[in-house]
C-alpha cells in the first residue's frame, strides 16, 4: 500500500507546455506505487497563461493508481506573502502547512487538524534538502532533492525527490502521509515558477 513505505520518491513527469504537473511515486526499487496529479480549478488552470503558476490556487491528488480514488490530497489557497496548504486523507483533514515568511531555505510550519503547531519542515540554505521536525525537534524524515542530469536541470523544471521518514516516525500512521505531502507541498510552494 501506497502510505505503509518507508522511503519514496516522487519524480516529476517532463512535458512541454503543460499547465498543470504529474508526478509518480516510486519505491526504492524504482517501482511506480502511486502517482500525484495537479488538478486546479479550470478557470486557474488557463489563467496560468498570463499570472505567475505560483499565485495562483491549485490542488495536487495522490491515487494509487491511475482509475482509483484519491487518497491524499494537498491544496493551496490564492498565495501572496505565505501560502497555507491544507492536507486531506481520504476526504479528512489531519492538518496543513503554513510557509514561513522569511527563512533561508524554506520552512513550513506544521499545524494538526486541531490548529496545534505540531512541528516544522525546514529547508537548508541551498534549499534542496528539508527535514520534517516534531514539535520537539525529533527528526520525523527528510525531502532531498535528487541531481537529475545536466540536460533535465538546466532545460526543464521537472524535480525529483527522495523522501524518507526516520526509523522512529515509520511506526506511526500520521507522519507518511504528512511527509509524502511535505515532498509535494515544496515543490508547488518553493519550487514551481512557471
Do not use: C, H
Amino acid at each position: 500500500m501506497l502510505l505503509d513505505q518507508k522511503t519514496y520518491v516522487v519524480k516529476e513527469r517532463v512535458a512541454l507546455m503543460k499547465l498543470t504537473d504529474t508526478y509518480d511515486i516510486l519505491d526504492t526499487a524504482g517501482q511506480p506505487i502511486g502517482i500525484a496529479k495537479e488538478e486546479p480549478p479550470e478557470w486557474a488552470k488557463w489563467l496560468r497563461l498570463v499570472v505567475s503558476k505560483q499565485l495562483m490556487p491549485t490542488v495536487v491528488n495522490v491515487y494509487e493508481n491511475e482509475g482509483g480514488n484519491a487518497i491524499l490530497s494537498i491544496s493551496r489557497g490564492i498565495q501572496l506573502l505565505t501560502a497555507k496548504v491544507t492536507v486531506t486523507l481520504r476526504g479528512r483533514d489531519i492538518g496543513y502547512f503554513q510557509s514561513k515568511m522569511f527563512s533561508l531555505g524554506g520552512a513550513f510550519r506544521i499545524f494538526d487538524a486541531q490548529n496545534r503547531e505540531v512541528g516544522l519542515v525546514q529547508g537548508d540554505w541551498k534549499g534542496w534538502n528539508f527535514q520534517m521536525l516534531s514539535a520537539s525537534s525529533e527528526q520525523l524524515g527528510t525531502v532531498t532533492k535528487k541531481w537529475a542530469g545536466l540536460g533535465k536541470e538546466l532545460f526543464t523544471s521537472a524535480d525529483t525527490y527522495a523522501i524518507s521518514l526516520s526509523d522512529a516516525a515509520a511506526s506511526r500512521a500520521d507522519v507518511a502521509p504528512l511527509l509524502l505531502a511535505a515532498g509535494l507541498a515544496i515543490d508547488i510552494v518553493f519550487k514551481e515558477r512557471k
